[in-house]
């Protein structure tokens, strides 16, 4: 990913759980909240509600993949976290890309920065 790193540690993102703000969508709920960096931190989460292994791992690399994606068209400085729901294991990547390009990156300008 060209213009992001990882988020790893789990204080950033409890963080972001407790003080960012949210949208949600009925495959994913994306966290976001500014980091004052010149470069995003992205964080995916599968809980045990999914499924198995291979339905996390599956739902982890979709979202990898749409946010692989649409990552050019993403606000910089900022820390995303995106939480998997259980629907999403059934959709494909090009339909996750296409609802983060038509309404989440949208959404996350809208709850960052006050832009339509």
């Known amino acids: 990913m060209l213009y992001t790193e990882i988020l790893n540690n789990n204080r ?9 703000k949210f949208t949600a969508s009925k495959n994913i709920v994306i966290y976001v909240r500014k980091n004052n960096l010149p ?14 292994a291979v339905h ?11 946010y692989r994606e649409n990552e050019l ?7 995303i976290v995106i939480v998997a729901r259980s629907s999403v294991c059934s959709a494909k990547s090009t339909e996750l890309s ?14 960052l920065f006050g832009l339509s």
């Open 12 to 20: 950033d993102f409890l963080a972001l759980y407790r003080k960012g």
């Open 73 to 79: 068209a993403m606000p910089l400085g900022i820390d």
């Open 39 to 52: 470069f995003n931190r992205l964080g995916i989460t599968a809980g045990k509600k999914i499924g198995n």
């Open 98 to 111: 296409g609802y983060l390009k038509k309404y989440g990156i949208p959404e996350i300008n809208r709850l």
């Open 56 to 66: 996390r791992n599956r739902a982890k690399r979709i979202i990898r993949q749409a």
